[in-house]
């Protein structure tokens, strides 16, 4: 999409099944060698059985319902396993591409209604990893930056 493009009145970005499929078949391999370890007699391996066992299962029903963030002209939607949470353009602050915590690069941006819905430690944990009040949790099969900037415009138009 060129930057001076019309943008379109809805427009859903989805997680791609590529990353997500990759992502369970590792925490199969992970069960599979953890089973392999626990046969052998390598009793503390039921952890990592326990764990990938579960990072299997989230990945299996994000293959089955994928997360999506639909754009409209009022404003975003993300949805991840089942969960749906929306903003209104008018409430988000500037979208901006970050390194979270951990290192990844992420989508964040600032909202007044988290900041009085969450003013708790969990929330201030998160303005502190981020930097923000919200972040993204995929960036959709998009880079960072070019995400942030299709919501940035979305965000403008409706202005």
């Known amino acids: 999409m060129v930057e001076d493009e019309a943008l379109p009145a809805r427009r859903l970005l989805q997680t791609p099944r590529r990353k997500t499929g990759g992502l369970f078949a590792g925490s199969l391999g992970f069960v599979a060698v953890a089973v392999v370890l626990l046969i052998a007699g390598e009793t503390l391996m039921w952890l990592p059985l326990v764990f990938f066992g579960a ?51 992420i989508v964040a941006f600032n909202c007044e209604r988290s900041r009085a819905e969450s003013p708790g430690a969990v929330n201030r944990l998160g303005r502190r990893w981020v930097g923000a009040d919200e972040a993204l949790p995929d960036t959709f099969g998009m880079k960072p930056e070019r995400l942030a900037s299709l919501l940035n415009r979305y965000r403008s138009a409706a202005k």
């Open 55 to 105: 990072c299997a299962a989230v990945f299996a029903l994000q293959l089955r319902t994928p997360s999506t963030l639909e754009l409209t002209s009022q404003g975003l939607t993300y949805r991840v396993l089942g969960r749906e949470h929306a903003f209104d353009w008018r409430e988000c602050g500037e979208f901006q591409a970050r390194k979270s915590g951990r290192g990844r690069r």
